[in-house]
Each structure stands twice: as C-alpha cells, then as structure tokens.
C-alpha cells in the first residue's frame, strides 16, 4: 500500500508545474502578439496620417494653380476688353462727334459681346452718352455722376471696374 500512496501522491506533484510553465509561455506569446499589433496598428495609423497630408498638400497645390490660372486667363480677357474700348475714346468732345461716338459704342457692343453696357462721362462728370443691350440708348442727358465712386475713381486711377 506505501507504493501506491507514492504514486497517488506522486502523481498531482509530477503534472503541477508543467501547468504553471504552459500558462506563463501563453502569457508571453500574448504579450509578444499584443506589441506586434499594437505596433503594427500605430505604424498603418502613422502611414494612413502621412498617405492623407500629402494628397490634401497636392489638392491645394493643384487648386492653386488651377486658380492662377483662371485669374490670368480672366486678365487676359479683361485686357482685351480694355483694348477694344481704347479706341472708341479717341474722338474729342463736340456735337457731331457725339453722334459718330454713338455709333463707335454700337460697334462695340456689336464686337464685345461681354460689355452690356458703356457709359461716356466729360471731364466734369456728366453722362455725354450711355448705350446698353437692356435699356434705351441716351444721347447728351448731362447727368451729374461726379459724385458716384465710379467717376471717382476712373479719375484718379483712369480705369474703373464696375460689379460683376
């Protein structure tokens, strides 16, 4: 009987450790398996952070000069605007060249389909001639416009932009 109390005994003493050794080795792959990701993950976070800041830098860069580039078409466009109402200017102010002036400002509205409207101040400020697409043409009306900012302005810098 003393034998096989040993080995009744012996028996639980032989399997305790082995267990013990089973769970800290799971212990540590799980650790192991936790840094890995943990790792993993932050360094895809890092990439997907960096991947997004260098397309958003490339969109404002592509926008950008996309925009300069509209604005030096849109200074193109003007300056040929400005070209074209150059030489309906030329003529001095009189009573018959108001009537050839008239004509020039048809001829312009006729050629410059962007201009709606053109407006011819004397020096004083009053309106000599205005001819438009939307409204009757009016020929000497001597409208006092010396105080409005358009007069204003086209006097002090020789170029006025209206409202778009």
Not at 100 to 122: G, M, S, W, Y
Not at 126 to 143: H, I, K, N, T, W
Not at 149 to 157: G, H, I, M, V, Y
Request: with cysteine.
């Amino acid at each position: 009987m003393n034998d096989r109390a040993r080995e009744i005994v012996a028996t639980p003493a032989a399997t305790g450790p082995p267990k013990m050794r089973g769970r800290l080795f799971r212990k540590y792959v799980a650790l192991f398996v936790a840094v890995v990701c943990t790792a993993l993950l932050a360094n895809g976070l890092f990439e997907v952070w960096f991947s997004y800041q260098e397309h958003k830098a490339a969109l404002i860069r592509i926008q950008r000069e996309q925009a300069e580039a509209a604005a030096t078409k849109i200074g193109q466009f003007v300056k040929e605007i400005e070209g074209q109402i150059g030489w309906t200017t030329q003529l001095p102010w009189s009573a018959g060249a108001l009537e050839q002036r008239r004509f020039d400002a048809l001829r312009l509205l006729r050629q410059v389909p962007a201009i709606t409207e053109l407006a011819q101040l004397d020096a004083q400020g009053r309106e000599q001639l205005r001819v438009s697409r939307l409204a009757l043409d009016v020929v000497g009306s001597l409208l006092d416009l010396s105080k409005e900012p358009k007069f204003a302005e086209a006097a002090a810098r020789k170029i006025y932009y209206g409202s778009v």
